[in-house]
């Protein structure tokens, strides 16, 4: 039987993984968009510094998310398959 305790936590980390998940979803849909649009725009002459700083960017926020979605679903797992309290770390990253 868990505890309040361990219901809490494990709330508050699937929260943190859902909440990852939806930044993740955003962001990969952003990337995918970028790299439409220099596909669409063939690296035109006129408008290619732009372009690629627009995809380099989409492409940060979705390493970014990414890695963050993968540490929650990490934490989260750990709490619920081997009873394990998350660290410091992966509490100041869910917030």
């Known amino acids: 039987m868990k ?10 980390l ?6 990852a998940k939806g930044r993740y ?15 669409d725009l063939a690296f ?3 408008g ?5 700083q627009q995809a380099e960017a989409a492409y940060e926020e979705w390493r970014h998310a990414f890695q963050e979605y993968r540490l929650a679903l990490c934490a989260f797992n750990d709490f619920v ?3 394990k309290m998350p660290d ?8």
């Open 14 to 19: 699937l929260s943190a993984v859902e909440q």
């Open 88 to 95: 410091g770390n992966a509490r100041a990253a869910s917030a």
């Open 44 to 46: 035109a002459l006129g």
């Open 81 to 83: 398959l081997r009873y």
């Open 48 to 52: 290619k510094g732009a372009v690629f």
């Open 3 to 12: 505890t309040t305790e361990q219901l809490r936590e494990e709330e508050r």
């Open 25 to 39: 979803q955003t962001a990969k849909m952003r990337f995918e968009r970028s790299i439409a649009l220099c596909r």
